[in-house]
């Protein structure tokens, strides 16, 4: 059973206002990390997407921090601007109830002129991407020497960026005498060797089970091989869920069911490694922004994948090790959502060590008296023109709403490419978005758009 954090040394300030935001119990990786962690230690933290992580360096963080001191003294770097962002807004929440903290975002995209006028108004933490990081200090806008805390957020993903040149040489400028804190969701010989060389006798914490699975509702199902795609249907009808994840063994399975369902005229994509890097980005952007309800995916397509907490984890068949499955159904229930994850297994597979006591359930107990039938609310316009072009989400929303009856809100995620870009929006606008587009300049220039069919 987790801890309260009020066991932990925090300051009042932080206990009480980690409480006004509803958090009582630690999660798991809260727990080991967090004790080291105010000590003063370096630490090298693992644990799945999800299990808390940003709360445990945050905590870190704020209570090291000398808020009367008008320096950087935290450095957090992450993978992307959006993961920054969401870092520093966290951050924020937990320290609204001190006094006059400081925080700053330095991430690449955004006008290198204005983050020199923040910092030349001083902040107290730094949340930021490599390449923007590294010009500033290069620059000399940006100065470590009075850093004591370094966190690096991601770190899997920043080595996958191919970002650890830009981190040397970032901690090349950062004070020897610090505190770094070092998180990732998985764990590797590449992700030790960062380790080796920035941490010193750190406290090393594996968390391998997810912590808040508590809200997840795990069940499973015997069923033949026969009648395993028909279970698939009836689970589907009787669930009714908008976003739904479904899992298979192979490759060839996931283009089965993908095909299948399409046929039964259930939108679903398929994304597996097979398909090529702009596939498979599409893909996600279309499950990701409400294009499609269903995503069938591999275990290692899914790795990695950024995706929001999904209402149904549907596994077609039982992966082969627990570990697996517990990263699967980890994509549904986050914190604060309840989640379902069900399980076809065969008769004779015996069911992995889950902490919970397993559901069994039989199929005769769903409802399939309507097939599945959830409609999808969003489409998605392809538009050839990226940040090249020096596009950005207000163009788009600015050329979109300026002399239409599209409102803002009918406009969904913008995601922005070198070259290209798509936009989602409420499926009954698209075709009046699609014209307005092909007619009307962004940001004085004309581009090709098309929709995206699915
Ligand atoms: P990670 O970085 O490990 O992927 P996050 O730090 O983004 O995970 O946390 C995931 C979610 O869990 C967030 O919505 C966060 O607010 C929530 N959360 C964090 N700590 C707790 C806690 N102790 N109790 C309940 N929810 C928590
Ligand atoms: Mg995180």
């Known amino acids: 059973m987790s801890t309260e954090f009020s066991q932990l040394p925090l300051s009042t300030v ?18 080991q990390s967090l004790p080291p962690i105010l000590e003063g230690r370096d630490v090298i933290a693992q644990a799945k997407t999800g299990s808390g992580k940003t709360l445990a360096f945050g905590l870190g963080v704020l209570e090291h921090l000398h808020v009367k001191t008008f320096r950087i ?32 975002e330095l991430c690449g995209g955004a006008p290198m002129k204005k983050q020199i006028h923040s910092l030349s108004h001083k902040a107290h933490i730094v949340v ?26 991601e770190a899997d993903r920043m080595l996958d960026m191919g970002f650890y040149d830009d981190i040397a040489a970032i901690i090349d400028y950062a004070p020897t005498k610090r505190q770094t804190l070092l998180f990732s969701a998985t764990f590797s010989s590449e992700i030790h060797q960062l380790a080796q060389k920035f941490l010193h006798h750190a406290a090393e914490i594996h968390v391998k089970h997810e912590p808040l699975d508590s809200q997840i509702t795990e069940h499973f199902y015997r069923v033949s091989e026969a009648s395993r795609q028909k279970a698939l249907f009836a689970l589907l009808g009787h669930y009714q869920k908008e976003r739904i994840l479904i899992f298979c063994n192979t490759k060839v399975a996931c283009d089965t069911i993908a095909d299948t369902l399409y046929e039964s005229g259930i939108d679903a994509l398929a994304m597996h490694s097979d398909l090529e890097q702009f596939e498979r980005e599409e893909t996600l952007i279309l499950f990701a922004n409400g294009s499609c309800n269903i995503l069938v995916a591999t275990d290692v397509a899914a790795r990695g994948l950024d995706i929001d907490a999904v209402d149904l984890v549907l596994n077609y068949e039982l992966p082969h090790d627990d570990e697996v499955y517990v990263h699967r159904i980890g994509r549904t229930g986050r914190a604060d959502r309840a989640g379902v994850s069900v399980s076809l297994c065969r008769g004779d597979e015996s069911v992995l060590e889950t902490k919970k006591p397993v559901l069994w359930q039989t199929l005769d107990t769903l409802d399939v008296s309507t097939p599945y039938n959830v409609p999808v609310h969003m489409e998605t316009l392809f538009i050839c023109g990226g940040k090249k072009e020096k596009l950005r989400p207000g163009d788009i ?18 995601t922005i490419f070198d070259k290209y870009t798509y936009v989602a929006l409420r499926k009954h606008l698209a075709p009046t978005a699609l014209e307005l587009l092909q ?7 004309m581009f090709r758009v098309r929709q995206l069919k699915i």
């Open 14 to 31: 932080l206990l009480d206002n980690i409480k006004t935001l509803g958090y009582t119990q630690m999660t798991p990786i809260q727990e």
């Open 73 to 104: 003294q935290a450095l957090l770097i992450c993978p992307t601007r959006e993961l920054a962002s969401q870092v520093a807004g966290e951050l924020r929440r937990m320290a609204r109830a001190m006094h006059n903290v400081k925080i700053l």
């Open 128 to 153: 930021g991407t490599p390449g923007r990081l590294l010009a500033h200090l290069q620059r000399g806008t940006l100065s470590l020497e009075h850093l004591h805390t370094l966190v690096l957020d």
């Open 397 to 414: 929303v600015g050329a979109l709403t300026a002399d239409s009856n599209i409102s803002a809100d009918a406009i969904g995620n913008i």
């Open 439 to 445: 007619k009307h300049p962004i940001k004085g220039r």
